[in-house]
């Protein structure tokens, strides 16, 4: 039972520049997050989804995207990566304690 | 602003010794949740309270939650180099559909 996976787990990113982070469960949760994480400011919420086609944003969407085609993925999108998304995120999903994924630690140079 | 306020946010003890973190709110929560993070990981899930008052313990770990559900504590007895690590309390509110992460303790038992 592999849980919630992310990938990938590192990467640079030049300003102005495009990725999808990746993230996968496979217990079947309805609830799907990501979230950032900075030094001493906790965990952020960017976008959640309650199912599949569903989405919302959180605390902090700008610069960010989502989509929820199926239960199993809730890919992250950035779009003109700016050094302010350096950052680490994490997917999750639920029912109903959090099961996170270890995260994709990005750099934007 | 932060909605969960943590403290202290660093805390470095020696193995053997008792320690408090707080997670406190102006805010009413549903439910709290604790987790603990490793470099490099997620965080786990150690325990979630829902009712005013409650109390939980995990092994060497106390939770409890206030009485007006606006604030957590977390005490570990007897501490070991294996609780060394990062503890979050989340908090859920209905309204907004999420849980409010507080700003973490970083915990050090040195051997």
């Known amino acids: 039972n592999a849980g919630v996976t992310q990938t990938p787990k590192f990467r640079i990113l030049k300003i102005g520049q495009s990725m999808t982070l990746q993230c996968t469960q496979d217990?079947?949760?309805?609830?799907m997050y990501w979230y950032r994480q900075d030094p001493g400011m906790g965990l952020k919420l960017i976008y959640y989804?309650?199912?599949?086609?569903?989405?919302d944003k959180g605390e902090v969407p700008n610069g960010y995207n989502v989509s929820r085609s199926t239960t199993e993925d809730f890919p992250l999108r950035l779009e003109l990566a700016a050094p302010s998304q350096t950052s680490v995120y994490f997917c999750?999903?639920?029912?109903?304690?959090?099961?996170f994924g270890s995260g994709t630690r990005l750099t934007v140079v | 602003t932060q909605l969960l306020e943590q403290s202290p946010q660093f805390l470095s003890i020696q193995e053997g010794e008792n320690l408090t973190v707080y997670c406190n709110s102006s805010?009413?929560?549903?439910?709290l949740q604790w987790y603990r993070q490793e470099p490099g990981e997620g965080p786990v899930l150690l325990v979630t309270?829902?009712?005013?008052?409650e109390v939980k313990k995990l092994k060497r770990l106390t939770f409890q939650f206030g009485d007006a559900r606006k604030d957590s504590s977390l005490h570990i007895t007897a501490a070991q180099p294996g609780d060394t690590g990062l503890y979050l309390c989340?908090?859920?509110?209905?309204?907004?559909?999420?849980?409010?992460f507080g700003t973490g303790t970083s915990l050090t038992v040195i051997p």
């Open positions: 999750a999903s639920s029912y109903p304690g959090y099961t």
């Open positions: 217990m079947n949760h309805n609830y």
């Open positions: 989804s309650v199912g599949a086609g569903i989405t």
């Open positions: 805010s009413v929560f549903s439910s």
């Open positions: 309270v829902v009712t005013g008052g």
């Open positions: 989340a908090g859920y509110r209905n309204t907004g559909n999420q849980f409010y």
